[in-house]
């Protein structure tokens, strides 16, 4: 095992030719959709359950990118809506949290009928009960899913993605999410995905060019829908991937943005 990345770990291996180092031209705001990802992306990645801290900075770039792409700027993250509500408090758009599987469009929310489901709390008192023998794994409950965070307990990473693999096998309706590289696996519903709201969504701006901006493995099913549509897929960070294009941080990427919009966001 000695040697082996997460992405071999997990059978992962991109036959995609190495991307562009650097962002694409500047699209007309008017004529794309801007799809964002936000852990790794936007802000960078902390441990779990250490505080995230979203810049004013990047609130105003949200908020810029929204009004200059008249409402095609979205969200798109495996967070909970509840975390992105409460990160981008005055961001109108379109919001696709726990990936995909909560959704705020034009101002209506849904959420996956998994929500407050017997099966969900099966799952979630099954997980606890297991991670209780280990204090350094953390569970997560999202509103349609439930997460292992072994970040602190990287020794484990082997046996805990085995059990959550067998919990998830043996529980209809729901499938197995690695998150994050080495950090976490989550459960969740299996007829939701990032990729499946970018191809819903695509429909409601069928003229526009989509772009995708993100960093995780989950990232990579969006890439390969926004190529299909011919647009521009961005990863940001190491990794193999599908993308177009590699940013190498957060800050790559709001510089990339706000070259964008050709004016600075204060």
Same mark, same amino acid.
């Given at each position: 095992?000695?040697?082996?990345?997460?992405?071999?770990?997990?059978?992962?291996?991109?036959?995609?030719?190495?991307?562009?180092?650097?962002?694409?031209?500047?699209?007309?705001?008017?004529?794309?959709?801007?799809?964002?990802?936000?852990?790794?992306?936007?802000?960078?990645?902390?441990?779990?359950?250490?505080?995230?801290?979203?810049?004013?900075?990047?609130?105003?770039?949200?908020?810029?990118?929204?009004?200059?792409?008249?409402?095609?700027?979205?969200?798109?993250?495996?967070?909970?809506?509840?975390?992105?509500?409460?990160?981008?408090?005055?961001?109108?758009?379109?919001?696709?949290?726990?990936?995909? $599987?909560?959704? %705020?469009? !034009? &101002?209506?929310?849904?959420?996956?009928?998994?929500? /407050?489901?017997?099966?969900?709390? +099966? @799952?979630?008192?099954?997980?606890?009960?297991?991670?209780?023998?280990?204090?350094?794994?953390?569970?997560?409950?999202?509103?349609?899913?439930?997460?292992?965070?072994?970040?602190?307990?990287?020794?484990?990473?082997?046996?805990?993605?085995?059990?959550?693999?067998?919990?998830?096998?043996?529980?209809?309706?729901?499938?197995?999410?690695?998150?994050?590289?080495?950090?976490?696996?989550?459960?969740?519903?299996?007829?939701?995905?990032?990729?499946?709201?970018?191809?819903?969504?695509?429909?409601?701006?069928?003229?526009?060019?989509?772009?995708?901006?993100?960093?995780?493995?989950?990232?990579?099913?969006?890439?390969? $829908?926004?190529? %299909?549509? !011919? &647009?521009?897929?961005?990863?940001?960070?190491?990794? /193999?991937?599908?993308?177009?294009? +590699? @940013?190498?941080?957060?800050?790559?990427?709001?510089?990339?943005?706000?070259?964008?919009?050709?004016?600075?966001?204060?």
């Amino acid at each position: 095992m000695q040697g082996l990345d997460f992405y071999e770990l997990i059978g992962f291996r991109s036959d995609h030719p190495e991307p562009h180092h650097g962002p694409p031209d500047a699209p007309r705001l008017d004529r794309v959709v801007i799809f964002l990802n936000f852990d790794g992306t936007l802000v960078d990645i902390v441990s779990f359950p250490d505080p995230v801290s979203v810049p004013a900075a990047t609130r105003a770039l949200v908020n810029e990118l929204h009004q200059r792409t008249g409402g095609a700027t979205v969200l798109l993250s495996g967070r909970s809506m509840r975390d992105l509500d409460r990160f981008f408090p005055d961001f109108p758009g379109t919001i696709i949290g726990s990936h995909g $599987a909560e959704q %705020r469009i !034009g &101002g209506k929310l849904w959420q996956h009928s998994a929500k /407050d489901s017997r099966e969900l709390a +099966r @799952l979630v008192q099954m997980i606890r009960g297991w991670a209780d023998s280990e204090p350094d794994l953390l569970v997560e409950e999202k509103p349609c899913s439930v997460v292992q965070h072994f970040n602190r307990a990287p020794d484990r990473m082997a046996e805990a993605l085995n059990f959550m693999e067998c919990v998830a096998a043996h529980s209809e309706g729901f499938v197995l999410h690695r998150v994050k590289l080495k950090t976490a696996a989550e459960i969740l519903p299996d007829n939701v995905s990032k990729h499946q709201a970018v191809e819903a969504l695509m429909k409601q701006w069928p003229s526009r060019t989509p772009i995708a901006f993100g960093d995780d493995l989950g990232d990579e099913d969006v890439f390969e $829908a926004v190529n %299909r549509f !011919g &647009g521009q897929s961005i990863k940001v960070g190491d990794g /193999d991937t599908c993308a177009m294009f +590699r @940013l190498a941080g957060p800050g790559e990427v709001h510089d990339t943005l706000l070259d964008w919009l050709g004016t600075a966001v204060r």
